[in-house]
């Protein structure tokens, strides 16, 4: 029999957080995510067809495990005004996880989710969260942490919960690196999809600046500007503002792919002062997916499973330390 540490990988869309743990040894024993096209694609990596909706599947359908690892949908969370409360809560799919956790559980919990969920409901529904896992017997910690601080040159901020039956799990001792420049990770050749000169207009360089996250905004898309709503005088920043009009340098990070932008607008300014989207494989690439990953939907649906997974190098260090901090003595 094996001697792996067991985990499953709940709303394991295309399996970012399968990788990552697979990475540092552990074995998965059970899936599940409700989209089909994210199902195959599983499939087609793992040899695993996920189990569907997760509401619908029985506790005792469900194998023991020594961690349960969710990267939850965020939408759940979008009562915007609502003053949620725990009885609320028990409607969202949080609760599916809470009544998994009550079942069988498991040593270690882990959740990854939007940065947008701290202040959700002004702080409240995390709150509801970390305190439901208190109240199920957990030492329950939380932090923000950036991909671009994991090797990946893309500032993508998500909040990771990780809970233990005996003790906090310790962020500090997570292994950051230095943040990467975009460039190091791109195609050399390829089908590239230029833009034509007059297709965008760059900000001079020397009053390029690198922010905190990496980014170096370089210019921006010549689209029409929006003037519905938008304050007399303030109309050329319409288009600015928008994301998928900005172009950012390689010789910084890329913003946060996101799962909205499904025709893949993503502009970068090249090392040649060519203006360019990034390819599909370079969007999976700056998602830390392995160049052997199988991506088997339709560009708009790959578009999308990628914004919805995890920076897998990220979600890698924070197994390691699970293995380290929680599991040890054992493996
Ligand atoms: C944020 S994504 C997680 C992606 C995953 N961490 C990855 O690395 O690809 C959330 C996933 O939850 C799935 N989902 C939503 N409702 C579900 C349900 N009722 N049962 C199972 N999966 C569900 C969605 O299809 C989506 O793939």
């Given at each position: 029999?094996?001697?792996k540490h067991?985990f499953?990988?709940?709303f394991?869309?295309?399996?970012?957080?399968?990788i990552?743990?697979?990475q540092?040894?552990?074995?998965c024993v059970?899936?599940?995510?409700?989209?089909?096209?994210?199902?195959?694609?599983?499939f087609?990596n793992?040899d695993?067809?996920?189990?569907g909706?997760i509401?619908?599947?029985?506790?005792?359908?469900?194998?023991?495990?020594?961690i349960l690892?969710?990267?939850?949908?965020c939408?759940?969370f979008?009562?915007?005004?609502k003053?949620?409360?725990?009885?609320?809560?028990?409607g969202?799919?949080?609760?599916?996880?809470?009544?998994?956790?009550?079942?069988?559980?498991?040593?270690?919990?882990?959740?990854?989710?939007v940065?947008?969920?701290v202040?959700h409901?002004?702080?409240?529904?995390l709150?509801?969260?970390l305190?439901?896992?208190?109240?199920?017997?957990?030492f329950?910690?939380?932090k923000?942490?950036n991909?671009?601080?994991?090797?990946?040159?893309?500032?993508?901020e998500?909040?990771i919960?990780?809970?233990?039956?005996n003790?906090?799990?310790?962020?500090s001792?997570?292994?950051?690196?230095?943040?990467?420049?975009?460039?190091?990770f791109?195609d050399?050749?390829?089908?590239f999809?230029?833009?034509?000169?007059?297709e965008?207009?760059?900000i001079n360089?020397k009053?390029?600046?690198?922010?905190?996250?990496?980014?170096i905004?370089?210019?921006?898309?010549?689209?029409?500007i929006r003037t519905?709503?938008?304050?007399?005088g303030?109309?050329?920043?319409s288009?600015v503002?928008?994301?998928?009009?900005?172009?950012?340098?390689?010789f910084?990070?890329?913003?946060?792919?996101?799962?909205q932008e499904s025709?893949?607008?993503?502009?970068i300014l090249?090392?040649?002062?060519?203006?360019r989207?990034?390819?599909?494989?370079?969007c999976w690439?700056?998602?830390g997916?392995?160049?052997?990953?199988q991506?088997?939907?339709?560009q708009?649906?790959?578009?999308?499973?990628?914004?919805?997974?995890?920076?897998?190098?990220?979600?890698?260090?924070?197994?390691?330390?699970?293995?380290?901090?929680?599991?040890k003595d054992k493996?």
């Amino acid at each position: 029999m094996s001697k792996k540490h067991t985990f499953i990988d709940l709303f394991c869309g295309v399996g970012g957080i399968r990788i990552a743990m697979e990475q540092n040894d552990f074995e998965c024993v059970f899936s599940s995510d409700i989209n089909e096209e994210c199902q195959k694609t599983y499939f087609k990596n793992f040899d695993e067809m996920p189990k569907g909706d997760i509401t619908k599947i029985k506790e005792k359908d469900i194998p023991k495990h020594d961690i349960l690892c969710a990267g939850f949908p965020c939408q759940p969370f979008s009562a915007a005004g609502k003053q949620l409360g725990f009885e609320d809560t028990r409607g969202t799919l949080f609760f599916e996880i809470c009544r998994i956790i009550k079942a069988k559980s498991p040593k270690v919990i882990l959740l990854e989710n939007v940065k947008n969920l701290v202040y959700h409901d002004k702080g409240n529904t995390l709150k509801v969260i970390l305190a439901t896992l208190e109240s199920l017997g957990y030492f329950v910690d939380t932090k923000i942490l950036n991909a671009a601080d994991f090797g990946i040159p893309q500032s993508r901020e998500r909040i990771i919960i990780v809970a233990s039956k005996n003790k906090k799990f310790d962020f500090s001792k997570l292994a950051t690196k230095k943040k990467p420049q975009l460039k190091d990770f791109l195609d050399k050749n390829g089908q590239f999809d230029f833009l034509k000169e007059d297709e965008y207009t760059l900000i001079n360089p020397k009053i390029r600046k690198k922010q905190l996250s990496g980014l170096i905004f370089a210019g921006y898309r010549n689209k029409k500007i929006r003037t519905a709503g938008v304050r007399p005088g303030t109309e050329h920043l319409s288009r600015v503002h928008r994301q998928c009009n900005r172009i950012h340098s390689v010789f910084g990070t890329f913003p946060t792919l996101n799962s909205q932008e499904s025709s893949g607008r993503f502009f970068i300014l090249t090392e040649e002062n060519k203006v360019r989207r990034l390819t599909l494989n370079e969007c999976w690439r700056i998602m830390g997916f392995p160049e052997n990953y199988q991506k088997i939907s339709s560009q708009s649906e790959q578009y999308k499973q990628l914004g919805n997974s995890v920076c897998i190098p990220m979600i890698s260090a924070v197994s390691l330390q699970i293995k380290k901090q929680f599991f040890k003595d054992k493996q």
